[in-house]
């Protein structure tokens, strides 16, 4: 079955860039989706679609994809983004797919 | 306001059943796609299953085909999975989601409902 694999844990320091990457077949037919998870909380949708972002949810969010590879680009990250990063897509079938999960570190 | 309460987790034996649900308030339930995604102690997400706004279409992960069943109310603003042939693996919070319409995104999201399957 198709699959998305995202890295384990990546680290930023305060107020840099970072990239989140997700990888997978899919990919190149439907956009991903990201999440942002904290401890003891349900997921909040971040990013869906080619680069959109829900109400409530702060510009340096963004989303881009080439090819089989979507990314999650925080610009300036902060404090509070220290979490847990999902991305989400779909198959050709339609079953929904998840990746492992990129646990962000804020230095 | 916009809001998904999940129900019906707790303890249960190998084998046994259980059935979850989830409310729905504040939107149109009917217009929406409905999923159900689970969550392992210390893992990542995983998505279990979902139903389309008339209950047209249905998927479930491979995991839980056979054993799970999604239904939905819209009379009720209610979603449901009925759990069958529970496994340890099975135990997780299992949370109920929103597609936004036209897309494959889950935009709102319940509390989540623990389901712990064991001896």
């Known amino acids: 079955s198709s699959e998305l694999t995202q890295d384990p844990a990546v680290s930023v320091a305060l107020g840099q860039t970072v990239r989140i990457t997700c990888q997978g077949d899919?990919?190149?037919?439907?956009?991903a989706s990201w999440y942002q998870q904290k401890p003891g909380q349900a997921p909040v949708l971040v990013i869906y679609?080619?680069?959109n972002r829900p109400s409530g949810i702060p510009d340096r969010f963004s989303g881009s994809s080439s090819g089989n590879t979507a990314s999650l680009t925080i610009t300036g990250a902060q404090a509070e983004d220290e979490a847990d990063y999902y991305c989400?897509?779909?198959?050709?079938?339609?079953?929904?797919?998840f990746g492992g999960g990129t646990k962000l570190t804020v230095l | 306001e916009v809001q998904l309460v999940e129900s019906g987790g707790g303890l249960v034996k190998p084998g046994g059943s259980l059935r979850l649900s989830c409310a729905a308030s504040?939107?149109?339930?009917?217009?929406?796609?409905m999923n159900w995604v689970r969550q392992a102690p210390g893992k990542g997400l995983e998505w279990v299953s979902s139903?389309?706004?008339?209950?047209?279409?249905?998927y479930y992960a491979d995991s839980v085909k056979g054993r799970f069943t999604i239904s939905r109310d819209n009379a009720k603003n209610s979603l449901y999975l009925q759990m069958n042939s529970l496994r340890a693996e099975d135990t997780a919070v299992y949370y109920c989601?929103?597609?936004?319409?036209?897309?494959?995104?889950?935009?709102?999201w319940g509390q989540g409902t623990m389901v712990t399957v064991s001896s």
């Open positions: 899919s990919l190149r037919s439907y956009y």
């Open positions: 139903i389309s706004s008339s209950s047209s279409y249905i």
């Open positions: 989601a929103r597609a936004r319409i036209l897309s494959y995104a889950f935009d709102i």
């Open positions: 989400n897509s779909r198959d050709s079938s339609g079953n929904r797919l």
């Open positions: 504040g939107f149109t339930f009917s217009s929406y796609s």
């Open positions: 679609g080619k680069n």
